[in-house]
């Protein structure tokens, strides 16, 4: 049936913009590399589990549909209602940058049209809703339990080179993305099953589409949760990251093999704020009390929203669906004008890098404090305040050298007031902790991913296309016209990569 398959592919495309914050969050949070990056590696792995979830979360599914069919809830109209009301609250969540439950979520649907269709006791005392009780509350306590067990002996035991130890945290954040679309795509494709009998329904087809349509929503939708996920919960270290993301695979693929549907979310929230635990490391109260009350209200929220769903059809307006089901789509992907831009942007560090730390590295620093500045429409001198930390460093710097004049001068000239400068040596502690590293050329490029292996897949070429020359010893013109390639390759970047 058509109107149920969109409606299912709205629920895949919300999930992916939202659950996908649970690979990607600790790569982005341990600093191991840049967003997009990240995006791809979990999107490939997310493909994957949701295409295994037909053989391995077989369990899960049937799970929902006995579910649905013991609550009388096989027609069409109560299969959409579900799933509309399921994909806005997800995509309402995504705009918001918080992490939804997409069990919760369609769990609410069911129970929301179960009561209009049968009372409140139908729509209360669910056949079977002891199996989705039990494990959604304990696995995120179970999380934290399991990160407080493994962070130290992971920190303690583990002798590899700090290169290696993101390489395994690669792995790790994989198997978090596989389970996760193991788990999650079974529970949305299940949508389809009580209309087996008079939609034709193709497990396989119906599996495919979900697959597809949740890596769509993951590539174009996810950047929000991912933030919050990451940063804006607690700091993690590599440590805690990969004791977060063991923890979180290891429950997600157990549940799903045993058949219960347990959400992301939970566990992978539970793993974080575990980590913040295990060093006594200060919490954000107020986005975590966010984060609680959006799990708390998301099943009585989705219910009330599939009760108001039911009602429309009954009025024989499903036009009113249909627009609303593309306004959850455009929710999800849209990124508009974030509540607040600092929120999306703490805790980053951001490293510009030349040869000697006087001209090319400096003003690319400066002139990507201003822009930062300007989106933000504060003065620079509060984008500490904000959690933007921006710096420059050499490779092979004279230590303690000043910018030099006609560098200053080329920034003066673009309105730009520099305070004194001292040049430094890039650090492995630099670039361990920046998001991304920035460098004039490819050679230099290539310089700091052999001198720090652990920092190549965050550190850039600025300029994509060409080589940023070296100014020095020139005429003040060839400064000026470094410091125009310096802040067009900067803009591009603040597209790619900064504010992606």
Known sequence: ?????????????????????????????????????AVYWTVSWTVAGSLLSGLLAHGVAMRFAHAMQSSGLQTPAAILSTAWAASIWIAMGTRRGLPISTTHALLGGIVGVAWLRGGLQAGSNLHLLRGFVLPMVTSPMLAIVLVLFLVVPIRRLWTGSLASLNR?????????????????????????IPLATVSGFAEVSTLLTVTAVMALGGLFGGRRVAETMAHRITKMDLHESLAANLSTSLILMTASVLGFPVASSHVLGGAVFGTGMAKNKALRRGLAAQVAIAWTVTLPATALLAVFCEYVFSLHLE????????????LAWSKGAPRSVSADVRQRLFVFVCSGNTSRSPMAMWICRAEFAERLGIPLCLLRREGICVVSAGLDPCMGEPMTAEAEAALVARGISPEPHQSSRLTAEMALEAEAIYCMTKEQRDIVAQRFPFATSKTLRLDRQLDLPNPAGQEQVVYDRVASLIHAAVTKQFATTIFA
Do not use: E
Not at 3 to 27: E, K, M, Q, W, Y
Not at 173 to 190: E, F, M, T, Y
């Open 168 to 192: 395994t945290h690669w792995v790790s954040s994989g198997l978090v993305a596989l389970c996760r679309g193991i788990n999650d795509s079974a529970k949305i494709w299940a949508l389809m």
């Open 319 to 330: 036009w009113i669906l249909l627009m609303l089901a593309f306004l959850t789509a455009y």
């Open 1 to 37: 049936m058509l109107p149920a398959l969109f409606l299912i592919s709205c629920v895949a495309f919300a999930n992916g913009a939202n659950d996908l914050s649970r690979a990607t969050a600790t790569l982005i949070g341990g600093r191991v590399t840049l967003y997009r990056k």
